[in-house]
């Protein structure tokens, strides 16, 4: 079969969770026999590439993005540039006479979905957020409110996400802000409306399927699967060791968190634990890698000697980071769809205190490789860290039990299998679309 997936960042561009996801997918379908596009713009980097096996295929793209930055939301996130980027993906498509193409994020749905409809061949779309669900993304992403609903609410969802982000902006900040925030809800509007017309929707976890249909996204229940992503591939950066600089006590219990130091992530929360938990532990050392945000802020109060601040750092350092850990904090208050940092965790046999919502229920086995707290709560989240450094054994036990649960949960022959069944279905049916 020969299988498009388009993604709108793709190495050496912004390599992220969805980026490392798709890769590992387009690899292993290549093992299997089939042929794979990579298609993404082209941010300034050759137009084609063959990365063991896959073709990455850049199509135009009107502005240059350095490695590691993102490009402005006005350029992928309009009318004009959805239209132009649909004939590209369509044109490259064509020429590998793909079979079906499979949209890996948000920024491409609408394009896909054109190129699709014009070459008239099924179209997939894999869901790995709350962005197709609800245009700020407030409520499902920092409130705490479980019976709040998207569809309905912008106006409730834009007055809570400018009174957290940008309380003290001034008018002459707030209008153009609202506005943004008019069109990034008529861009979700009309991609809402397209992906009731694609062959099928992949949710990356029960739980982000559930938060959808609880929010009221309306498609057809025959055409939504789950699909897990295919953890990622570890044994590369093995040989990677600790940079002196981070100063890591040699038997200092390390508790670790990865990703951005974002409210939705929960950081702020963490940062309440720590004094919590360096009470009874006063030896450990906490350890934060992601870039940091305006909104949390590490307090002044936690002695220097129990944490640092890393930044955003390469995937090979986190991969050392990991080694050295003895658990992984997940502490994030949004419903996160599959955490890749929880998947890299359990590939290096690190336990994971973790929030019970979203898709972190599906990595961790209460008891097994990990706990689940209250999202939100400080003490029991300090409390579970605490439990875990009480008992060495248990972390023992724990780490076994991490690589068990991604083999057997998290097969990548799974997940390919998986994925070709819906594949195959979709070329099966009659396109959704027609020929121009």
């Known amino acids: 079969m020969r299988i498009g997936l388009v993604i709108d960042y793709f190495k050496p561009h912004s390599v992220g969770g969805a980026e490392r996801s798709t890769r590992e997918l387009a690899l292993a379908l290549v093992k299997r026999g089939h042929e794979v596009a990579i298609l993404t713009p082209n941010y300034g980097a050759p137009p084609e590439e063959?990365?063991?096996?896959?073709?990455?295929?850049?199509?135009?793209?009107?502005?240059?993005?350095?490695?590691?930055?993102?490009?402005?939301?006005?350029?992928?996130?309009?009318?004009?540039?959805?239209?132009?980027?649909?004939r590209a993906i369509a044109r490259t498509a064509r020429r590998f006479e793909i079979e079906v193409l499979h949209a890996q994020n948000t920024f491409v749905q609408v394009p896909s979905y054109l190129a699709a409809r014009r070459l008239r061949v099924p179209c997939i779309a894999t869901?790995?957020?709350?962005?197709?669900?609800?245009?700020?993304?407030?409520?499902?992403?920092?409130?705490?409110?479980?019976?709040?609903?998207?569809?309905?609410?912008?106006?409730?969802?834009?007055?809570?996400?400018?009174?957290?982000?940008?309380?003290?902006?001034?008018?002459a900040f707030r209008l153009p802000l609202w506005a943004d925030l008019l069109l990034k809800?008529?861009?979700?509007?009309?991609?809402?409306?397209?992906?009731?017309?694609?062959?099928?929707?992949?949710?990356?976890?029960h739980g982000l399927k559930e938060e959808y249909l609880r929010h009221g996204f309306s498609v057809r229940p025959d055409r939504l699967d789950v699909v897990y992503n295919i953890p990622p591939d570890v044994s590369a950066s093995a040989d990677v060791g600790l940079p002196p600089e981070w100063d890591l006590p040699p038997a200092a219990p390390v508790v670790s968190f990865v990703g951005k130091l974002s409210l939705g992530k929960g950081a702020h929360v963490l940062f309440e634990a720590i004094p919590r938990v360096i009470e009874r532990h006063p030896e450990a050392v906490f350890v934060f890698a992601g870039r940091p945000t305006v909104q949390v802020e590490a307090p002044p109060a936690i002695p220097a000697r129990n944490i640092r601040l890393l930044g955003r750092i390469p995937t090979e350092q986190v991969h050392a980071l990991l080694r050295r850990s003895s658990l992984l904090v997940f502490p994030s208050v949004s419903p996160d769809a599959l955490s890749s940092a929880v998947l890299e965790a359990l590939a290096f046999g690190v336990p994971v205190v973790g929030t019970n919502r979203g898709g972190t229920p599906e990595q961790i086995v209460e008891g097994k490789n990990g706990l689940l707290v209250?999202?939100?709560?400080?003490?029991?989240?300090?409390?579970?860290?605490?439990?875990?450094?009480?008992?060495?054994?248990?972390?023992?036990?724990?780490s076994e039990h991490c690589r068990t649960l991604l083999q057997e949960r998290f097969d990548p022959g799974k997940v390919v299998e998986q994925m070709l069944a819906i594949y195959r279905s979709a070329v099966a049916e009659k396109p959704r679309g027609r020929r121009q």
């Open 50 to 86: 063959d990365d063991q096996g896959a073709r990455i295929c850049r199509y135009w793209f009107p502005r240059r993005v350095e490695p590691g930055r993102m490009a402005s939301a006005f350029w992928i996130k309009n009318p004009l540039y959805y239209a132009i980027a649909g």
């Open 127 to 171: 869901l790995r957020d709350l962005n197709s669900l609800c245009s700020v993304g407030y409520l499902c992403g920092v409130g705490y409110d479980r019976d709040h609903q998207c569809a309905g609410s912008f106006r409730r969802c834009a007055r809570e996400f400018v009174a957290r982000y940008y309380p003290h902006a001034g008018l």
């Open 185 to 205: 809800h008529a861009d979700l509007l009309w991609r809402q409306r397209l992906l009731r017309r694609y062959s099928r929707i992949v949710f990356v976890s």
């Open 374 to 398: 209250e999202p939100g709560d400080p003490v029991a989240l300090a409390e579970g860290v605490v439990a875990l450094l009480n008992d060495p054994e248990a972390l023992k036990r724990m």
